[in-house]
């Protein structure tokens, strides 16, 4: 049983009152057990130490839409509206990967991930070869939840994507088997990509299956208005309420973006209990417009953050999706309409709320997970850091993070990635991107 002790930081405990002190966090058995000043006394030693003299504690970051099949396209789609980019670009790209360019794609965005501080993410994957992505996701010592992408319909689908509803399911079916609650981190999550590439008899049948064995529904939403245009062309109704109609909402249903909801679908949202997961970057880069997070929120939505895959953002570091949540809730709801302490929320314990997981994590608390993420407040660009918080959420970058620990597992030490070969997995992202690209006729 291995022993920390967090020593000497300034602890954000990102709790509902934003509890913040000085002092330590104790660690064990993989568990919070002790916060504050004497927190030592409830470990017996032998414990390790953690320095965290200068830093900001925090619970690890939450992002709740990620595609990390996609990580390798990254900056391999540039410049065009959503629906022509996904035909054009990102589904030739998904049917080209095979075990190796999944994994490497995986293993890229999960380095990239955990060096930057997440700990926890739900992950949208693509039709085929998901076990190679769940072996990486193990191994990275990250909390994540996920699953295959279903697809069985829709216009511009390529052969090597599209499945039949009966395939997508049993697929889907066996994955969950095979990796729910895996070493206690691992999640299954239905994800029926959206409406445009899903029939009504595979969303119908999400709807049933995913309860009945416990496991999320992830699909993109509201994203664009080229989106929901198309959608309600064939059912004469928005994307959430075709979604809500299919019995596709409740409180394990995330939807990712939910930039065109409409009050009402706000407040429809809120009394289902339908989550909702904001990607500004990615949003901002595909033109979709801002999300109305501060209404949303006064509604009582849970509300995610995620940098959706890297081809639609070029980065996946939580500290940038930060930001720019706080900058572009300016233009939507008026300057300081999210503050640092609400981005931060977002970013910790609103998204653990939004993936169901606030028992367990998204606050320094005891009897939670240790997953936290220390941050290093004095270099210049961070200094004076008077507020810290406004510090984390505006100034820091993913070179701050000094220590990561996940489930009590440290996972990045000195901002150095124990368990990840930074320059391999950059070097075989680099060979397996060209591949896949030539194969996809993108490159
Ligand atoms: N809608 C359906 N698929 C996708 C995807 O891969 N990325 C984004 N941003 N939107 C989608
Ligand atoms: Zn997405």
Redesign the pocket.
């Known amino acids: 049983m291995t022993r920390w002790l967090v020593r000497g930081g300034l602890v954000a405990t990102c709790d509902d009152q934003h509890t913040t002190f000085e002092g330590d966090v104790a660690v064990e058995d993989g568990a919070l057990v002790a916060l504050g000043p004497g927190a030592a006394d409830a470990l017996t030693p032998p414990y390790r130490v953690l320095d965290a003299r200068g830093c900001a504690v925090l619970p690890g970051f939450v992002q709740g839409h990620i595609?990390l099949v996609?990580t390798l396209f990254r900056g391999m789609a540039e410049g065009v509206p959503?629906l022509e980019w996904?035909r054009r670009y990102?589904w030739p790209l998904e049917a080209a990967h095979d075990e190796a360019s999944l994994r490497a794609s995986a293993e890229l965005g999960l380095c990239e991930l955990v060096r930057s501080g997440t700990t926890t993410l739900l992950d949208?994957g693509t039709t085929h070869g998901h076990d190679a992505v769940f072996e990486a996701c193990l191994a990275s010592g990250a909390r994540v939840f996920g699953g295959k992408?279903m697809m069985d319909a829709g216009r511009g689908v390529p052969k090597g994507l599209r499945e039949t509803t009966a395939e997508s399911l049993r697929e889907s079916a066996r994955l969950a088997d095979a990796w729910q609650g895996r070493e206690g981190r691992i999640g299954y999550a239905y994800c029926p990509?959206?409406i445009?590439?899903c029939s009504e008899k595979l969303l119908r049948a999400v709807a049933e299956a995913a309860p009945a064995r416990g496991a999320l529904v992830h699909t993109?939403a509201a994203?664009h208005a080229s989106?929901r245009a198309a959608v309600r062309a064939i059912y004469g109704a928005s994307d959430v309420e075709v979604l809500a109609r299919f019995g596709l909402k409740g409180p394990h249903v995330v939807l990712?973006?939910g930039v065109q909801l409409t009050p009402g679908e706000m407040t429809r949202a809120a009394k289902a209990g339908t989550r909702v997961v904001h990607?500004p970057n990615?949003n901002l880069k595909?033109g979709s417009g801002v999300a109305s997070v501060r209404e949303l929120g006064e509604r009582g939505v849970h509300v995610g953050l995620g940098a959706?895959?890297a081809p639609?953002n070029n980065n996946l570091d939580a500290f940038h999706e930060m930001r720019s949540a706080g900058l572009v809730a300016g233009i939507r709801s008026g300057p300081g309409s999210l503050d640092a302490r609400a981005v931060l929320h977002l970013a910790t314990l609103g998204g653990a709320r939004a993936l169901g997981l606030a028992s367990k994590i998204g606050s320094l608390e005891p009897g939670k997970r240790a997953d936290l993420v220390v941050v290093a407040l004095d270099d210049v660009h961070a200094a004076p850091a008077l507020d810290p918080l406004v510090a984390v959420v505006f100034a820091c970058q993913s070179r701050d993070v000094r220590h990561v620990m996940a489930d009590g597992r440290l996972l990045v030490r000195d901002g150095e990635p124990l368990d990840f070969d930074a320059p391999r997995i950059a070097a075989r992202a680099r060979e397996e991107a060209r591949r896949v690209g030539l194969r996809a006729g993108v490159l």
Do not use: K, P, T, V
């Open positions: 595609h996609q959503l996904l990102i949208m992408a990509r959206f445009l590439s993109h994203e989106e990712a973006h990607c990615s595909l959706d895959g639609c």
